[in-house]
């Protein structure tokens, strides 16, 4: 049996989808609470990125050794969420996306150590709960943890994903089936472009991370893409709480295409400069 195989089969039970409501962490962080049962994606772009932006906001954490500090706490949090391994009904860890990367772990390790690990256990969203959980996971599954977490790690995921110096659009052309490239020109419901257009769009935005890595919008890389374009920070915090409501609103699980869509029609429509800050926005994205 391999590595999963040790978890609680009882926590893997979660196949139905349910929507549950917002949910507020105590440190902050405001959580889109859905549960998912299809298989978890977790491309090196995104870890890549999870760890940019955690670095930056907790610059003084220990990012090698993971010290006993607030810094660092809030680091680990910040890591688990923008990678999308956490439970956002319990703010646990989420034991089904941990299960599916490690599907790809080819490598024997000590399983045992599973045995003495509570994946389900519910937390209550501080930095310093999920410090606790992440450590006892280091504690016991020493290896894991570091083929997981560790910046030296090498484990290499499969799943399709950007390289560093390619841009997202550079990255996205190449899925066109037979060198088609899908535009604006094919926004009439009446072409059968359609659908290549929207699919278009889902990977720009996660690669542009617009999408967090729960599939919803994110607000604050749509605020952060005008802030370095030194687009007005009020003007472009209204519009943008307003096409993220109204993207979300549109929400599957099983389809990101209408929700990206009405996003980009929203964000054109109240901001002229939303095609320059998405070219700057994708001329940054070669960095991770």
Aim: net charge negative; aromatic share 14%.
């Amino acid at each position: 049996m391999g590595v999963v195989g040790k978890i609680r089969f009882g926590e893997f039970l979660l196949s139905i989808l349910f929507y549950f409501p917002i949910v507020y962490g105590t440190d902050g962080i405001e959580y889109n609470v859905q549960l998912q049962n299809h298989d978890f994606l977790l491309p090196e772009s995104q870890i890549r990125f999870a760890r940019l932006r955690c670095m930056e906001l907790y610059s003084q954490a220990d990012f090698l050794n993971f010290d006993d500090t607030p810094e660092t706490h809030c680091y680990m949090q910040c890591l688990i969420y923008k990678m999308g391994l956490m439970d956002l009904k319990t703010r646990g860890l989420d034991s089904l996306k941990f299960s599916d990367i490690w599907d790809d772990i080819e490598e024997a390790f000590e399983e045992k150590c599973l045995e003495k690990f509570q994946f389900g256990e519910s937390l209550n969203g501080k930095c310093s709960d999920t410090y606790r959980k992440l450590i006892e996971f280091r504690t016991h599954c020493w290896e894991l943890f570091e083929y997981t977490f560790g910046g030296n790690s090498t484990w290499k995921s499969k799943d399709p994903s950007k390289s560093i110096g390619q841009s997202a659009s550079e990255f996205c052309d190449s899925f066109d089936e037979d060198g088609n490239v899908a535009t604006e020109s094919s926004l009439s419901i009446e072409l059968t472009f359609e659908s290549m257009f929207k699919s278009k769009l889902i990977c720009l935005y996660k690669n542009y991370h617009y999408l967090d890595a729960y599939g919803r919008v994110d607000e604050s890389e749509l605020q952060r893409s005008y802030d370095e374009a030194l687009i007005d920070v009020d003007e472009s915090n209204s519009f943008i709480k307003i096409c993220s409501r109204r993207a979300n609103s549109k929400y599957r699980t099983d389809y990101l295409g209408d929700m990206v869509f009405e996003l980009q029609s929203c964000m054109k429509q109240h901001s002229p400069e939303f095609a320059t800050v998405v070219q700057l926005r994708n001329e940054h994205s070669k960095d991770y």
